[in-house]
């Protein structure tokens, strides 16, 4: 929703005042000047970027017209979620949690929660761990090293499409530039035409570099900077997680451990102690 106001509040207040100082939309209507920067733009994306990176910044780019789905709800399943596990282990033993793990979807515990289910680096993540916590005899801090480094290399996959948009971002303005010179180069052939068709043919030229411009500033840089909080939200899951599964190897006792995960969120989606408790009970 946001996306949506906020475009249409930059599309608004330029064309607005375009219009209010006497301009003419049908001059910005320039299709060839939109061929030329955007075919260029959208090869030097391809060139530039691996084919799992065009995926991911095709599925961003959906995901910031849909929301995102890392909001309060989901992190209050996840650490309901881990609660359930850290809980069942501690009353029934590490061995009672296996079958569970090492068949997330056929569990009775997982399954109560499909938001978990549908992310599925995170539910390897959570599974992962815990199969090491019940087959091996792993130090505190060696597990939490280990956690440390994959979550460092998750953040870096999270920001590569955003950092890509952005590259994208920066090289619009100059082939704003590049449409403009052609335009420019045109309008030679028109020297012998009258001032008439070579304003015409030179305000066509300037289209180009506005469209850059605008698109570079006015929506790709800041869909590339929405892109980076989406991967900061989703990262703050595995920080919650990591956080609960250390606390639970430590000694804490299930309520305690997820009180480590819950204040590693953010504290705009960090649920309420109480709330978080009621939930867990609901569950």
């Known amino acids: 929703m946001l996306l949506i106001v906020g475009s249409i509040i930059v599309l608004a207040s330029v064309l607005t005042g375009y219009v209010l100082h ?27 970027n691996p084919m799992h990176t065009l995926k991911e910044v095709f599925g961003r780019g959906i995901q910031l017209l849909t929301g995102s789905p890392y909001k309060k709800a989901f992190y209050m399943d ?10 069942k282990s501690r009353k029934q033993g590490v061995m009672a949690i296996e079958e569970d793990i090492d068949n997330p979807e056929s569990s009775q515990i997982f399954s109560r929660y499909p938001a978990i289910m549908k992310s599925k680096e995170l539910l390897a993540f959570i599974t992962d761990y815990l199969r090491i916590i019940s087959s091996g005899n792993m130090a505190t801090h060696e597990l939490e090293g280990m956690m440390e480094n994959e979550i460092d290399s998750r953040q870096h996959e999270l920001e590569e499409p955003a950092h890509a948009v952005n590259k994208i ?20 052939n ?68 997820i009180e480590f995960g819950r204040k590693a969120l953010p504290t705009d989606k960090r649920p309420g102690f109480q709330e978080l408790n009621d939930h867990v009970r609901s569950k």
């Open 22 to 48: 006497g301009g003419n939309l049908m001059v910005l209507w320039q299709p060839t000047e939109v061929l030329i920067i955007f075919g260029a733009a959208l090869g030097s994306f391809i060139i530039a």
């Open 169 to 188: 971002a920066d090289a619009l303005p100059g082939l704003g530039i590049v449409a403009a010179v052609l335009g420019i180069v045109i309008t030679m």
């Open 190 to 257: 028109f020297l012998t035409e009258g001032p008439e068709k070579i304003g015409l043919s030179v305000a066509a030229a300037l289209v180009g570099t506005f469209l850059g411009i605008f698109m570079g500033y006015g929506f790709v840089g800041p869909a590339s900077i929405a892109m980076e909080h989406a991967a900061k939200y989703e990262l703050k899951a595995y920080e919650c997680v990591k956080s609960s599964i250390v606390a639970t190897v430590s000694g804490q006792a299930p309520q305690m451990a």
């Open 78 to 87: 996840l650490l309901s979620l881990l609660y359930e596990i850290f809980d």
